[in-house]
């Protein structure tokens, strides 16, 4: 359905150019949910901005059902069967108005049928009532809810949501995950996210971005099974919960900035890894790593 | 040791045209805080957690009950250091973060050199990092600058309001060890909405709810064997890698 292929891009500023995606390969294919996972910095933002036409590619492009996003008669059809909903979106309900209002003022309001709607928001468990309540009465879960439903609304075929949990307690995690995972009978699901937890409580596939590459991707169950890339490893060791709070954290600072875009903070790091890593695949599950398997019996 | 005996705050709600409720944001709260342990304070949105911090660190006086601070209603100015949850509140995005650390240095009567080793510990290299304007620094690196600056003047306690939300899990998990560390010369109270983070951390944890703390216990306690049903259900659900929704 959605393709990245090659994918450079970047920014302008001042009329200079930065890099800082480099050789993005990914897709998302039909009743799927895909997660983006990274730290800040990662470039999630611009690969998310960059998938859904907001910036162009320096190199390589974006399909969407083999076409290009990127020429101008496809962009549109593209746009409008894809729903952006992005981190600040779920705050951006008008306070004092009633949810009915703000779906008649972001739609045409006359052009939803009200069975249609209520079905809708009956599917993400709120009920109908809910419509005739203001944002304010509204629990920050439900408030979740109602941005996913009114996106929703227009049947997209693929929902792209930028850091969707972010603030909501456990409870309303839970509930929206599992509404999410609802949803992919009638449409994909693309998250970006640096919550581990969330996306691998419901990702189909997850990609990992790390310094502008993707660095490790494949099927939640084989990146679970097993880590190819020392930084996903980290990313697994130190996840602040319960049952790992007797873990001690080392910090690691080489001071190496060539090759590897992990070499810095790499425990396993080489002189090999001071050259350019090629991605390479096992089984569909991707990586960037010039020493694997050699650094999962470095272990002490 | 902070000690709060019914600490109450209320709104008037307008409940129809002619007629007002009493709210209330926090609802009769009496509890201790203990010195020297990290005590967690969770719970949703909207439970309580900002307002009773806003509270315990003196910026927010309109309440009624008592609070006593190691057994007195006065504290003295450097007792209880606030971090907020944006950053950008008590900073000058114009400025360095050298300018940042040596006002700070100045006003408490500190040596730089002591101000600028509250950075290394929270984990920024002073060096690296002294002539960076304030705006060109990420969201975590400014958390962590904020986070040096209110250890400048060597407080008894310092309340932490969702102030590391900009850092993702790795740096987090860094500066929440080091929170272990420094329990041992501060007391600190860490809020968050995430019980997580909150049960890694804290020895000790309260859980709020609609403006009362619903059930306070030691984290192991309250981790392996909840009292209140609202608990064992934040607990439940808590988000983790190894349960598939
Ligand atoms: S290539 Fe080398 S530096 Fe990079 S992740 Fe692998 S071992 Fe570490």
């Known amino acids: 359905m959605l393709q990245v292929a090659g994918l450079y891009s970047g920014y302008y500023h001042n009329r200079e150019y930065t890099e800082i995606l480099r050789n993005i390969n990914m897709h998302v294919d039909e009743n799927e949910i895909v997660g983006i996972l990274g730290p800040n910095g990662s470039g999630k933002s611009t690969l998310i901005k960059s998938i859904i036409g907001d910036i162009y590619a320096s190199r390589g492009d974006v399909l969407y059902n083999g076409k290009s996003i990127y020429s101008k008669n496809n962009y549109h059809e593209y746009r409008n069967s894809l729903i952006y909903v992005k981190q600040d979106s779920f705050n951006s309900l008008k306070p004092l108005k009633t949810v009915n209002f703000q779906i008649g003022k972001l739609y045409n309001w006359k052009s939803f049928d009200k069975q249609y709607v209520e079905s809708i928001f009956m599917e993400l468990n709120l009920k109908p009532e809910i419509l005739n309540m203001k944002a304010t009465q509204l629990s920050d879960g439900m408030r979740h809810r109602v941005v996913i439903a009114m996106a929703l609304l227009k049947n997209p075929e693929l929902l792209v949501l930028d850091e969707p949990t972010t603030g909501l307690d456990s409870i309303s995690t839970h509930h929206f995950l599992s509404i999410l995972k609802g949803i992919k009978k009638h449409s994909s699901v693309l998250i970006s996210s640096n919550d581990v937890n969330a996306l691998f409580e419901i990702c189909d596939r997850v990609y990992i971005l790390y310094g502008g590459q993707i660095i490790e991707d494949g099927k939640y169950s084989a990146i679970l099974e097993s880590r190819f890339q020392p930084y996903t490893e980290m990313l697994f060791r130190y996840i602040p919960l319960y049952s790992n709070r007797n873990i001690e954290y080392i910090s690691v600072n080489n001071n190496k900035y060539n090759g590897c875009v992990f070499i810095n903070n790499c425990p396993f790091h080489d002189q090999v890894c001071e050259s350019e890593i090629t991605y390479e695949t096992i089984n569909d599950h991707g990586f960037r790593c010039i020493r694997y398997p050699g650094w999962k019996n470095d272990r002490a | 040791m902070i000690e709060l005996k019914g600490i109450k705050k209320q709104y008037k709600l307008k409940s129809s045209p002619l007629k007002y409720r009493d709210y209330y944001a926090l609802d009769n709260i009496s509890t201790i805080f203990r010195d020297n342990i990290i005590s967690g304070i969770t719970g949703s949105s909207g439970s309580g957690k900002t307002t009773l911090a806003n509270i315990i660190s003196g910026y927010d006086r309109d309440y009624s009950g008592e609070i006593l601070y190691d057994g007195s209603r006065e504290k003295d100015q450097n007792f209880i250091r606030y971090v907020f949850q944006d950053p950008y509140i008590s900073m000058n995005p114009v400025k360095t973060v050298e300018w940042h650390i040596s006002t700070a240095a100045e006003i408490n009567h500190v040596k730089i050199e002591k101000a600028s080793e509250k950075l290394e510990m929270a984990g920024m290299d002073y060096s690296a990092f002294r002539s960076r304007y304030v705006n060109s620094l990420s969201g975590g690196e400014l958390q962590k600058l904020a986070l040096a600056i209110s250890l400048i003047p060597d ?52 859980i709020m709810n609609c403006g009362k703390i619903i059930e306070e216990n030691y984290t192991e306690k309250i981790m ?20 598939r929704i």
């Open chain 2, 224 to 243: 392996e064997d909840p009292e209140d049903e609202y608990t064992g259900e934040l607990i439940k659900y808590s988000p983790d890698y190894r349960k």
């Open chain 2, 155 to 206: 407080p008894n306690f310092i309340v932490l309001d969702e102030a590391f939300s900009m850092m993702d899990s790795i740096n987090l998990f860094a500066i929440l060890t080091f929170l272990k560390e420094l329990k041992k010369t501060v007391s600190l109270i860490y809020i968050d909405h995430d019980i997580n983070r909150v049960s890694f951390v804290s020895d000790y944890i309260y």
